[in-house]
T-cell receptor
């Protein structure tokens, strides 16, 4: 069964450093998303991406964050200068283009980001 | 704004008994509703969805959920729980007219099924 894959599974970084979280969405999917879950809190939407541009972003997704689809398979989330409060599990998701029957987001296993 | 509430942090049930995990939502317009399950060290796995049509929807692993518009609820149910159902369950909502398709999640409910 196709799945969304995320690397690395755990990323440790120093405060102020840049990190790039990587995702390989399901191959025929065209909508891509990033969510995050701070330990003990809700899963929160960060950004959605379609047709090579951001279609929606939350208040969390400030200038420190960026997303990119550098090639036909990868989808990345970059945090330019990490802060302690960026420590969280980051989930990538993707879904097919199509009608409501295909309106299901499939999630990866997540990358746990620890900012020290 | 859209929101989801899962009033129970944990639900305990004995194996073989029916289970219910509660979810209520708030959204402008018609909702798209989803249940996801998370096992340890795994991502969110899709269980089932309500988009339109029958209020009772059936999903993976014998789970079902009932959409109740008047009570703005979408409770997850299973007639007979298994120990292997023990996991973290998330309810999510998306507004019908939300162009970016963002999902709003509840806080999650941990289901513990005891032998």
């Amino acid at each position: 069964e196709p799945e969304v894959t995320q690397t690395p599974s755990h990323q440790v970084t120093q405060m102020g450093q840049e990190v790039i979280l990587r995702c390989v969405p399901i191959s025929n999917h065209l909508y891509f998303y990033w969510y995050r879950q701070i330990l003990g809190q809700k899963v929160e939407f960060l950004v959605s991406f379609y047709n090579n541009e951001i279609s929606e972003k939350s208040e969390i997704f400030d200038d420190q964050f960026s997303v990119e689809r550098p090639d036909g398979s990868n989808f990345t989330l970059k945090i330019r200068s990490t802060k302690l409060e960026d420590s969280a599990m980051y989930f990538c998701a993707s879904r097919e283009e199509g009608g409501i029957a295909k309106n299901i987001q499939y999630f990866g296993a997540g990358t746990r980001l620890s900012v020290l | 704004a859209q929101s989801v509430a899962q009033p129970e942090d944990q639900v305990n049930v004995a194996e073989g008994n029916p289970l219910t995990v509660k979810c209520t939502y708030s959204v402008s317009g018609n909702p798209y509703l989803f249940w996801y399950v998370q096992y340890p060290n795994r991502g969110l796995q899709f269980l089932l969805k309500y988009i339109t049509g029958d209020n009772l929807v059936k999903g993976s692993y014998g789970f079902e959920a009932e959409f109740n518009k008047s009570q703005t609820s979408f409770h997850l149910k299973k007639p007979s729980a298994l120990v292997s159902d023990s996991a973290l369950y998330f309810c999510a909502v998306r507004a019908f007219n939300n162009a970016g398709n963002m999902l709003t999640f509840g806080g999650g409910t941990r289901l513990m099924v005891k032998p």
